[in-house]
């Protein structure tokens, strides 16, 4: 079955820097469209950032120009680079494949940005 595993959060102080990981299995990884959602405490889940199969990427204006997605096929893995980061980017990062159509959710990884 398709699995999702999200790592890399934790703790960081506002204006800093973090990397998360999201490694696929179960999946064609180079096929599927691969994307970042984020969820805080009281609100929605929302799309923070998107790359699909040939590595286009696109994100909301909340964090384009300070996020970079990336993937790589070789390792079924991808990636949120996060820069310049908000208290408000505070949440619940949350990976999603799209593959044949269906969609799939990581468990999520906690990430707080105070100082």
């Known amino acids: 079955q398709v699995q999702l595993v999200e790592s890399g959060g934790g703790l960081v102080q506002p204006g800093g820097s973090l990397r998360l990981s999201c490694a696929a299995s179960?999946?064609?990884?180079?096929?599927?469209?691969m994307a970042w959602y984020r969820q805080a405490p009281g609100k929605q889940r929302e799309w923070v950032a998107s790359?699909?199969?040939?590595?286009?990427?696109s994100y909301p204006d909340s964090v384009q120009g300070r996020f970079t997605i990336s993937r790589d096929n070789a390792k079924k893995t991808v990636y949120l680079q996060m820069n310049s980061l908000k208290p408000e980017d505070t949440a619940v990062y949350y990976c999603?494949?799209?593959?044949?159509?269906?969609?799939?959710w990581g468990q999520g990884t906690q990430f707080t940005v105070s100082s």
């Open positions: 999603k494949a799209i593959y044949q159509g269906f969609p799939y």
């Open positions: 179960g999946l064609v990884f180079s096929s599927s469209a």
């Open positions: 790359i699909t199969s040939a590595s286009i990427t």
